[in-house]
Nanobody
Framework: QVQLVESGGGLVQAGGSLSLSCAAS????????TGWFRQAPGKEREFVAGINWTGRNTVYADSVKGRFTISRDSAKNTVNLQMNSLKPEDTAVYYC??????????????????WGQGTQVTVSS
């Protein structure tokens, strides 16, 4: 069982940066694929970025490539999302999600087994 808690959301102006962190409980978290998703009002939850259990493989949505960076710190049991050059369309609730051990990075929310409560990111124009 894994429990996930996101932090780091907030309000920022367009062009600014925010860093999100996902803290996990559970000794086996380092073997889980971890992803970030987001959901804007009235829209479906969408994939943002994912990282495999080694930290060597990452996948990004086209809309955030070159602006967002996902990374993991296995010693701290955290996965981070550095968001730069933020745009108003990045405004959403951001969720951390984990997929059971040693799977490939998935881009569908239905491939993930554990979810955090979400953290709000608002980008003003």
């Amino acid at each position: 069982q894994v429990q996930l808690v996101e932090s780091g959301g907030g309000l920022v102006q367009a062009g600014g940066s925010l860093s999100l962190s996902c803290a996990a409980s559970g000794r086996t978290f380092s073997s889980y694929v971890t992803g970030w998703f987001r959901q804007a009002p009235g829209k479906e939850r969408e994939f943002v970025a994912g990282i495999n259990w080694t930290g060597r493989n990452t996948v990004y949505a086209d809309s955030v490539k070159g602006r967002f960076t996902i990374s993991r710190d296995s010693a701290k049991n955290t996965v981070n999302l550095q968001m730069n050059s933020l745009k108003p369309e990045d405004t959403a609730v951001y969720y951390c999600a984990a997929r059971r051990p040693f799977k490939v990075i998935g881009t569908s929310m239905y491939e993930y087994d554990y979810w955090g409560q979400g953290t709000q990111v608002t980008v003003s124009s």
